[in-house]
């Protein structure tokens, strides 16, 4: 047993004691031939390819302490990289995870941020482990997380992959993450739960990714920054133009409205322009059915001359604003 005490500090104890208690903490993968312990794990890619991702997560432009557990810590910086996985058409398979934080940060932080990552592997994507990761010590918490994953002999869902006449679904929830967040930065005392969750620890459709891929999806990102700037990527990737359909805006955008309870057109603009819900955005051909768990929300067309790729509702195109977190940091790091 460890001669530490249970709220010991990362600056009091040695790198292999922290070790040793998060270990056990964190998700095995499936994958893994050779785990932690050697200069670097070895992991199956039966595919032969792999997709791999990494995203990062910055106390102060990403996160707040006051805001966020430990434990939403990592299903958060889980969660984002698990479904840039799904948004390939990919099955999660490891992740590696690289933790800086000030020397008076306890080891219980740590281990929290461990049972994060357990439960949104457990969770989201069976099978996915943590593989590897470093620790080291700064003046902020810093989590980076890298991801990979196995197409399984599909190809992947490409953003350049749209074609005229798709059909633009989703999967997952939109306008709640920008919800949440703008509820946070206005010190609302009672937020919706679902916003909060939405926020501090999202809960993407990650096997969404798969079912999408499996039932002959074209194009697919997750909508990390917004509905259109995102959709406006695909636009342009694929040259073509996404109409989204204004009355299932709409109407969406009235039952989220009623759900968490703002109003209508508040709702309607976190649908288009809030970022981190991670949900899928996924473009299919329109001569089959949507896989279960898939809602159209327009289509896709050719650009007619001297017409840009972008995004339109309602016959005009829709500025792209959403996530930027160079303009959305005010500096504050709590
Ligand atoms: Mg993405």
Not at 51 to 64: A, K, L, N
Not at 142 to 166: K, M, N, W
Request: hydrophobic content about 45%; charged content about 15%.
């Amino acid at each position: 047993m460890s001669d530490f005490p249970e709220n010991a500090t990362l600056g009091q104890m040695p790198e292999s004691a922290i070790l040793a208690r998060i270990f056990p903490k964190l998700p095995h993968s499936d994958f893994t031939i050779v785990g932690p312990g050697d200069d670097c794990a070895v992991m199956r890619a039966p595919d032969s390819r792999f997709v791999i991702t990494t995203d990062m997560m910055v106390q102060g432009p990403d996160f707040r302490l006051e805001w966020s557990t430990p434990h939403q810590l990592g299903i958060k910086a889980a969660a984002t990289n698990l479904a840039d996985v799904a948004a390939m058409g990919a099955v999660p398979t490891g992740l590696v995870v690289s933790i800086a934080a000030p020397p008076e940060t306890t080891v219980s932080f740590l281990e929290a941020i461990a049972e994060g990552f357990h439960d949104a592997c457990l969770e989201l994507a069976p099978g996915c482990g943590v593989v590897g990761g470093d620790l080291s010590v700064s003046t902020v918490v810093v989590i980076s997380v890298s991801a990979f994953g196995d197409l399984e002999g599909r190809e992947p869902l490409l953003r350049s992959s749209a074609q005229p006449g798709d059909v633009v679904a989703v999967s997952g929830r939109l306008g709640l993450a920008g919800l949440g967040l703008e509820a946070l930065f206005a010190g609302t005392q009672d937020i919706h739960p679902l916003l909060r969750s939405a926020q501090l620890a999202p809960w993407p459709p990650i096997s969404q990714g798969k079912a999408a891929a499996v039932a002959g999806a074209r194009a697919a990102m997750d909508v990390s920054d917004s509905l259109v700037m995102d959709a406006s990527r695909i636009a342009r990737a694929s040259n073509v133009v996404i109409e989204l359909d204004e009355a299932v805006l709409d109407g969406l955008a009235s039952r989220l409205a009623i759900e968490v309870g703002v109003d209508a057109a508040h709702a309607r603009q976190a649908m288009l322009f809030g970022g981190e819900d991670h949900a899928l955005l996924v473009t299919f051909p329109s001569n089959q059915p949507l896989p279960p768990g898939f809602d159209a929300l327009g289509v896709v067309r050719a650009r007619v001359i001297g017409e840009s790729p972008h995004v339109s509702m309602g016959g005009a195109a829709v500025a792209e604003n959403g996530w930027n977190p160079y303009q959305n940091w005010n500096g504050e790091l709590s």
